[in-house]
């Protein structure tokens, strides 16, 4: 059996006018291009009730107030978007937005008088050359492509990986290689995997391209294009490197049931570099059919849009020349083998180049694919498509579900853990509170999003956990850290009293639960702050909803007996005021007036408000929900406007002088 990709691979265009000319071209083009088209105008050309010759019901036009607002809402919903200004205006109506050609949508200008098709941003990787082309053709316009690989018609490395399916290895000199090609400098290609007739029949073969047999060949070369599944050794460091990895690598996976995913993904990484083979060239995991509703093993193909191939035990048995069978395995499942021969059954008679590696409940066998039918990794969505980079359209069969509560950190997008963007991105349901759902809101287009206010945590919770028990990939979300006054404990605690309730009666599976850490208010307040935890600390809240104030008061005293540095969380509400106040007496008892105390309001988002006072004046300022409050210890002192506490590393003379 097999699972693949399953999405739509029509790309989505956004045909943007502010003229009756430009709407008349639009919709020349809307009826020819082969992609999903929607065509925004200007209100005014929305209002003239002859600009599309009359009204036509069949046809879908959405008004816009100003071309700024429209591109900002646009830029990340699109694959492509068609300007028809003048290519100064697309220029600069554009420039806020670019980020990179990896992720930006491509970009055509098309004059009002459809003259011209221009190829302004992303002409590769967003296909803007490829689109402005297609636009003239259809307009009988002339079309503008500028990039300079097209313009000496030689290798463009960012389309060949694209066309090839290969992946770019993070760190790649791609600027500097291009550089060296453009420029008819001496390029070494050293590849020894991979799809050998690339480059085509359809030009000549450049000269300036040589290939070499090993890396020591390449030191005396302007550049190096490496195409390899293998990690490469003694690669020459003064020479820009490009690396391509082709998909040519099966996983063969056996676990036990329920094991972890971040187990496992750990488990498969580092057993891949301990044996020098490159993660980003696997396009297959493959097991047996009865581990076909296994979670972990279906995330991890999801995650890094792998094909996910599942064999019956009966057709591993047949597979012979298996390195390590295992008598244990067979009388548990029926087969001597299942990593090692669903490698080798999934690799269409390719090699075992990595034998059956163990782990904690789980085993793990790599294959190569032989020949050129090498399959296609999953497109690149550029940043665009909304089910994420990491979601192949595979869906957990409907009696396994799955929950993710995850940590979105102390509310920067940048600090957002790029593991819990991709749960995010995976998942088919988000529950979250209202503040935090709107931090994410661009990832969750497509996507059941459920919203409630505070003080609702415990119907998240059950929400949460019952659609997970249904079979549905469920991420509910916290502000910070999920473990750290988030939803997690209450998740969890929840999820265990259920499957008491419920153990034993067949009707529902457990999902599996998976804790997705964030940077907690603790941790961003005191990185503006200095270094006020580098010493023991203790960690209070005020909020007495849920605690009673006089075990809340107990808390303070001893910590402040015993000299902790105190971060105090949920300083003050609308309906709680006395508690802070009530909170400096206690600490006053057993702590200087002078004490070194850091206020952090908003951390990291654009309300932010860092303080740096005493004990004795904590008061005069006006703390909320979204403030974290830190007391320093009886060494704890404030230097050049940071707070800091001394770990004790001066009693050591150890400084060299």
Known sequence: MKMKNSKSTNKRIALVVLTKAGLALALRLQRGLEADVDIYASQRVCRSQDAIGGKDINISITGFETAVSLLSKVWTMYDQIVLFLALGAVVRLIAPLLQHKHVDPGIVAIDDAGQFAISVASGHIGDANGLAMRCADLLGAAPIVTTASDVHNTLAVDLLAQAKGWQIEDGSALTAVSAAIINREPVAILQDYGELDWWGDERPWPDNLIHVTNPQEASNFAALLVIADRLIEGLPQDVPTLVYRPPTLVLGIG??????????????KETLAEHRM??????????????????ALQMLAQRYGWSFETHAVETLKTTTAIP????????????????????????????LIVPKQKGE???????????????????????RDKSGPYMTGNKLPEHTGYLAIVGLGPGSRDLIAPCAIQMIQTCDIVIGYRLYIEQIQDL??????????????????????????????????????????????????????????????????????????????????????????????????????LTPWGTIAQR??????????????????????????????????????????????NAYRPEQQVWLTTLEHLLDYKVDMFTTIV???????????????????????????
């Open 255 to 268: 676990c036990r049931r329920g094991v972890p995913f971040s187990t496992l993904d750990t488990f498969v």
């Open 278 to 295: 490159a993660f980003q060239s696997i396009a297959v995991l493959a097991t047996a059919d009865i581990k076909a509703d296994e979670a």
């Open 324 to 351: 390590n069978p295992s008598e244990r395995v067979e009388r548990l499942v029926g087969t001597p083998s299942v990593s090692e021969a669903a490698a080798l059954l999934s690799s269409n008679g390719g090699a």
């Open 361 to 383: 409940g789980m085993t793990i066998a790599v294959a190569r694919k032989i020949g050129n039918s090498l399959p296609k990794a999953p497109a690149s969505p550029h940043g």
């Open 444 to 545: 969750l287009a497509d996507k059941d999003v459920h919203v409630s206010e505070l003080t609702h945590e415990v119907e998240r919770a059950t929400l949460a956990v019952q659609q997970a028990r249904n079979g549905c990939r469920v991420c509910i979300v916290s502000s910070g850290d999920a473990g750290i006054y988030g939803m997690a404990g209450l998740v969890l605690d929840l999820l265990s009293s259920l499957q008491e309730e419920t153990s034993g009666d067949g009707m529902l599976s457990e999902p599996q639960v998976e804790v997705v850490p964030g940077i907690s208010a603790l941790n961003a307040a005191a990185a503006l702050l200095g270094a006020p935890l580098m010493h023991d600390f203790a960690v209070i809240s005020l909020s007495d909803l």
């Open 556 to 601: 303070l005293s001893a910590a402040a007996t015993a000299d902790f540095v105190i971060v105090l969380y949920n300083p003050s509400s609308r309906k709680r005021h006395w508690q802070l106040g009530e909170a400096c007496r206690l600490l006053l008892e057993s702590r200087s007036a002078t004490t070194p105390v850091g206020l952090v309001r």
């Open 631 to 657: 007391i320093g210890n009886s060494c704890t002192r404030v230097q050049q406007g940071r707070m800091i506490t001394p770990r004790g590393y001066d009693q050591y003379n150890t400084v060299e002088k």
